[in-house]
């Protein structure tokens, strides 16, 4: 019994020391046990603790080196109701991952219509953000890189490609050429509806179309036709984003207005 515990006192000690190698070296906390790494004495804050509040230095190096856990993330923009989450990341997963990458793009919801997403690969991440606008689940979305200092920040919405609806086109109009030369009064083509090419509906023809909302978006169209009859076209925008009164910005309501909350904070401040 005696010879046991003083063998537990034994291992017990050479636990605390590190043992004989480790009584000569550096001691090894729980810290860099777990991750796997050794600090260096450059990376050790010097602080001073005061009325509990730790004052500290931050070496240039900490700014310059550090690789943030956040340049993952791209954050996207619906522009009407956001489908659910599972098709969301059902349908990404799908057109945006790269072939023979095993990473996948993990989703989740910030917002209403903001979501968060996370994608490892970096030429996929470029691949996404340089387009910028994107369907999903026939919802316009646009996406940029997400970052702490823009992620209150509303989206840039000064202009985009959406579905533009054309009602009431005379036969003779309805080409690629001719709906195309109509749609040129509301922005910048850029291709007709699947359904608009099969003509499964002839009395709306649908486009994406490259929308200035600098501009003026024309309700109707009208032009004067060959036997010198009046004709009108009607225009329509199933996914125009929202459009704040009180900056008159495009993108968010009244009440998300980060120019009124300003505002009403500065007058707060004041009283």
Known sequence: ME???SSKVAVSQE?????????????????????GSSESSSSQPIFEVKNEVA?????????????????YFMVGYFMNNAPHIGSIHSTVNRIWASQGKTSKIDVQFIGKKTVLFRVEDEATRNRVMRRKFWHIANVPLVVYEWNPKTAQAPPDLSAMPMWVDLKNVPGYLYSKK??????RTTGKFVKLHPNTEKCIRLDVARMLVEVDFQKPHPQKICFVDRDGIEVTVEVSYPWLPPC?????????????CQVVKRLQSYSVRRE
């Open 3 to 5: 010879n046991e515990s």
């Open 15 to 35: 636990v605390r020391t590190g043992g004989a190698a480790g009584a000569a070296g550096a001691r090894i906390s729980y810290a860099g046990a777990v991750d």
């Open 55 to 71: 004052e500290i230095e931050i070496p240039v190096e900490i700014f310059e080196d550090a690789e943030p856990l956040w340049k």
């Open 178 to 183: 001719g709906l195309s030369f109509l749609e």
């Open 244 to 256: 704040c009164g009180n900056c008159t910005k495009w993108g968010h309501t009244d009440k998300d």
